[in-house]
Each structure stands twice: as C-alpha cells, then as structure tokens.
C-alpha cells in the first residue's frame, strides 16, 4: 500500500489501529512481568490514559473520514461504542493471559475515560469562536 496515496488514513485512521495494537500488546504481558506497582490502583489510570486515547483516536478517526457522513454525524456515540465493545474484548483476552484476569472494574474505567473524553469533546466544541458567532447569528 503506498501511503502517499491515503493521506487521511495516515492522519486518522491508522493512529487508531497502532494504539489498539499497543492495548493488545500490553494486555498479552503475562502478570509476572509487570514491577509492583508503588501506588494503588496504579493500572486503573493505565486503563484510563489508554481507553481515553482510544476514544478520542477514534472520535477524529470516524469524524474527520470521508467514507460515511452517517458515521462522521454519529462519530461520538459510535466511538462510545467502538471502545465499550475494545474493553470488553480486552478483558476477555486478558483472561487467557497468565497472570492476569478479566475485571469487570476494569472494563467500567474503559467506559468511563471514553465518556469523560466525549464530554471534554463537547465542552471544547462549544466554546470555539466559531460556534459561538453561529450560534449568536441563529439568535438575531
């Protein structure tokens, strides 16, 4: 394939497969290989700065593509549902992983860093210039 050709999946769309690929990568670390960790919960914000990234990987992923305008209208809910469905099988694989176990906490943490960063999305959204002169013209 010859990337020069797709610029827009360069941009978006494959930052989103590299980063799966990572999440996959460090989920297949068998328990044993990890350091003890020096605070509590310290994989619970790995499971957040990773599912939250996702999120957004796919939010501009499926936004900014130029295939479906369905799914660019819906990019919010459907990366929601892109990276609910990534969690789950996530912790699935991680229950043949050696050392490790599916956790439902686990998964909920996903779900939540994705909606956190969908709200973040919408706040910032709202608060472009832009969308303020649209919205103050739509008022006159």
Do not use: C
Not at 25 to 48: E, K, N, R, V
Not at 61 to 76: G, I
Not at 130 to 136: E, H, M, P, T, V
Request: charged share 20%; proline share 5%.
């Amino acid at each position: 394939m010859n990337l020069k050709k797709y610029p827009d999946f360069v941009r978006f769309q494959l930052p989103v497969l590299v980063w799966m690929v990572l999440i996959f990568t460090l989920s297949s670390l068998p328990g044993s290989t990890y350091a003890p960790y020096s605070f509590p919960d310290a994989h619970l914000i790995a499971h957040t700065l990773l599912f939250g990234m996702l999120y957004y990987l796919a939010y501009r992923a499926l936004k900014y593509q130029s295939f479906s305008r369905f799914l660019s209208e819906l990019s919010l809910l459907v990366s929601l549902l892109f990276v609910a469905l990534y969690g789950a099988s996530d912790e699935y694989h991680q229950s043949f992983v050696p050392g490790r176990s599916e956790e439902l906490k686990d998964f909920l943490v996903d779900i939540t860093s994705a909606f956190v960063v969908l709200l973040a999305i919408l706040v910032t959204d709202r608060m472009r210039p832009g969308r303020k002169k649209l919205r103050a013209g739509e008022q006159n």
